[in-house]
């Protein structure tokens, strides 16, 4: 049996929607750069997911983010 190489990293990012395309490029240049950093892999085998959720579908304390706080 061949040994299993070590599965890398995937990041989930949920986040309100209404960040650039800019800003979501620094955030993955930046994780990618210090999760290869911290584990030793390449940064071509860090996948990132980016979600973008609307306020009405987020929820803390019972409440949605889209009502007045």
């Not at 995937?10 to 930046?30: C, I, P, S």
């Not at 071509?44 to 973008?52: L, Q, Y």
Request: proline letters at 7%; one cysteine or more.
């Amino acid at each position: 049996m061949k040994p299993r190489r070590p599965t890398m990293p995937t990041f989930n990012v949920q986040m309100f929607e209404g960040r650039t395309a800019e800003q979501k490029r620094k955030l993955v240049a930046e994780v990618t750069r210090v999760t290869a950093e911290t584990l030793g892999c390449s940064p071509e085998s860090v996948d990132i997911i980016i979600t973008d959720i609307k306020k009405e579908n987020w929820s803390t304390g019972g409440k949605l983010w889209s009502e007045p706080r």
